[in-house]
């Protein structure tokens, strides 16, 4: 018996020895390839970047803007003149999904043909507020929409679905998601651009969406390093200035960026705001002590940098005279983003130029070793679009990915991957109306909505398709001026309001002042931070986005019979002037 035991013990320990040897050893291939590639990926993008001018170098630190839907004689003369290594693009240059796509194939067709690297097409498609792309892609709700239903699965996939999307029109340079911590409600421009006010909830629902958009194609950008949340000034329009501590940095703003990095993310953008505790002379995007000290060093780092629009008034009227160009180079940046042409591309060029030709950017470390920052800003810009998949066949090197097999293994399968998470999510129409009816919240306290009775219930909204949501569960609209002659029926106990302004805010507050016996219901659609005047009759339903699915959930969440939970946001105080609109994303 004891020798039965011991030989079944003895088959059971080699076949688990056979099994725990073959997955390790599988384990150790895979480990082998992805090294194999990483080593190839570094040789490859150091051996294209040697190969550059100096001319080619300079503008390959470059992004710029282009004038109109197609590559025109403007746009032509830009490439040629800077030689950009890549292309931002803003309303004015996305149409329908057929220019967009002529758009951005003709744009890497000149890129090959001017002898240039693919460019990173990039544009601002944070969703709510920025949506820059209209066509050929899922109207998500904003960011601050998705984080309030504090789910990490729903940010993940707005994320994967909108940089898949992106992806497939074209684009390769994500400007999102906003990690920024809105919990100053007189900012004025990230507002609503924030997944919340609470660190948790950017923390969970907007890292996962970086993850979910690294995974779909495109490049996702954390913004605003090291933090724009706590701020009442646009960096469009001034400088803004946050007197906090590297400590107090570490207890707030930099939490979710710092597990971001921990999770993975490729790519920072840099914010225009001065920490004078921090560095007493520089903004972040000019900051060694931001850019190199606390981002490269302490969060160790190692993606690409880009810094924000060095257009914006807080660098341009402000540091103009100190070459920001060169500054930001030297301060840790890897890209410097421009949302212009010409004149302002030139001036950077020539600065840049300027600088690289005197050695500006060449010293020997301690040990001897020489070092070039230009020329490994450049390395690790060309190393990404290698890794991308963006040397296709329309590129200057349609062969690439000929020279290592474990690159082109890679891009096969995670292209197939992308397709089949795409696929899969398509059955179930992106979840879209699950998430933006999720997102709805109430103020100042949950909203019950099975007391509602639609025979009881009229409604004065403007909105079309809310309009058209609430006939077909049998709750009327009438127009404004009827509103008088309609109080007089005592049938109606309850009246619905849309809004998307303070302004119509006050409007409708003044009405029920008059009627405090009514119950009056405001579906606000604009931002939450404004004054939300609290009376008994007055109850709010939030949707923090102007989208088409934003305007239909908050009809259906009307009408759900289901209590609607109160908003969890740090709002304005009833003494606080409400902040002005941000000239982004408005005016670019």
């Known amino acids: 018996m004891n020798q039965v035991l011991l030989r079944t013990s003895f088959s059971f320990f080699l076949l688990f020895g056979f099994f725990g040897s073959s997955y390790c050893f599988g384990f150790y291939l895979t480990e082998l390839a992805a090294n194999e590639r990483k080593v190839w990926l570094d040789e490859k993008a150091w051996s294209i970047t040697n190969g550059m001018t100096e001319e080619e170098l300079v503008g390959q630190t470059i992004h710029i803007a282009i004038p109109s839907k197609t590559v025109d004689q403007t746009a032509l003369e830009e490439i040629k003149q800077t030689k950009p290594g890549g292309i931002i693009l803003f309303g004015k240059n996305l149409g329908k999904k057929e220019e967009i796509l002529s758009l951005t194939e003709n744009l890497q067709l000149t ?7 693919p460019f990173l097409i990039s544009t601002d498609q944070e969703g709510g507020r920025v949506f820059r792309v209209q066509d050929g892609i899922t109207h998500y709700p904003g960011a601050m929409a998705v984080g309030q239903t504090g789910k990490k699965e729903w940010g993940e996939v707005v994320g994967f679905v909108t940089s898949y999307e992106l992806r497939n029109l074209g684009l390769n340079f994500l400007f999102a998601p906003v990690l920024d911590i809105n919990n100053n409600p007189l900012n004025p421009v990230i507002n609503t651009r924030s997944f919340g006010s609470d660190v948790n909830r950017v923390s969970e629902v907007a890292v996962a969406y970086e993850k979910g958009a690294r995974a779909g194609g495109c490049l ?7 933090g724009h949340g706590d701020t009442t000034v646009d960096s469009h329009l001034g400088l803004p200035i946050i007197n906090k501590s590297l400590q107090d940095l570490e207890q707030l703003e930099l939490v979710p960026f710092k597990q971001s990095i ?14 004078p505790k921090i560095d007493a002379n520089f903004p972040a995007t000019l900051s060694k002590t931001i850019l190199t000290d606390i981002l490269r060093k302490s969060l160790q780092f190692d993606g690409i940098i880009i810094t924000d629009a060095m257009e914006m008034h807080a660098i341009s009227k402000n540091y103009e005279k100190d070459r920001p160009g060169v500054l930001t180079i030297l301060a840790g940046a890897n890209i410097v983003l421009l949302t212009s042409w010409g004149e302002t591309a030139r001036k950077f060029k020539a600065q840049l130029m300027d600088a690289y030709k005197k050695g500006q950017f060449r010293f020997v470390d301690k040990e001897g070793k020489e070092h070039d920052i230009l020329k490994s800003a450049v390395q690790k810009q060309i190393r990404k679009k290698l890794e991308l998949g963006i040397y296709d066949k ?24 992308r397709n089949d998470r795409y696929a899969k999510l398509n059955q179930s129409q992106f979840y879209a109306k699950e998430i933006n009816e999720d997102s709805i919240r109430a103020y100042p306290k949950s909203v019950v909505t099975a007391t509602i009775i639609p025979e009881q219930t009229i409604s004065f909204v403007k909105n079309g398709k809310l309009k058209e949501f609430l006939k077909n569960r049998k709750i009327q609209s009438f127009p404004l001026k009827s509103f008088v002659s309609l109080t007089k029926q005592k049938a109606y106990s309850t ?44 109850e ?15 009809g259906a969440k009307l ?30």
């Open 111 to 117: 890129a090959k043909e001017n002898g240039l690297p």
């Open 220 to 226: 996702p950008v954390i913004k605003h390093f090291p």
């Open 262 to 275: 921990l999770g993975g993310a490729e790519a920072v953008m840099s914010a225009h705001i001065m920490y």
């Open 394 to 417: 329309n590129s200057i090197s349609p062969q690439m990915y000929e020279e290592n097999q474990k690159q082109k293994e890679y891009l096969v399968n995670w292209e197939k991957e």
């Open 495 to 538: 009246y619905v309001f849309d809004s998307t302004s303070e302004a119509e805010i006050k409007s409708i507050v003044g009405l029920a002042k008059k009627y405090p016996n009514k119950r009056f219901l405001v579906m606000h659609g604009g931002t939450p931070f404004i004054q939300l005047p609290e009376l008994r009759n007055v």
């Open 540 to 554: 709010y339903l939030l949707s923090f986005s102007l989208t088409t699915g934003s305007w239909e959930a908050l």
């Open 559 to 588: 009408t759900s019979g289901k209590d609607i939970p109160k908003v969890d946001l740090i709002l304005l105080t009833k003494e606080a002037k409400t902040p002005s609109i941000g000239a982004f994303p408005e005016s670019l």
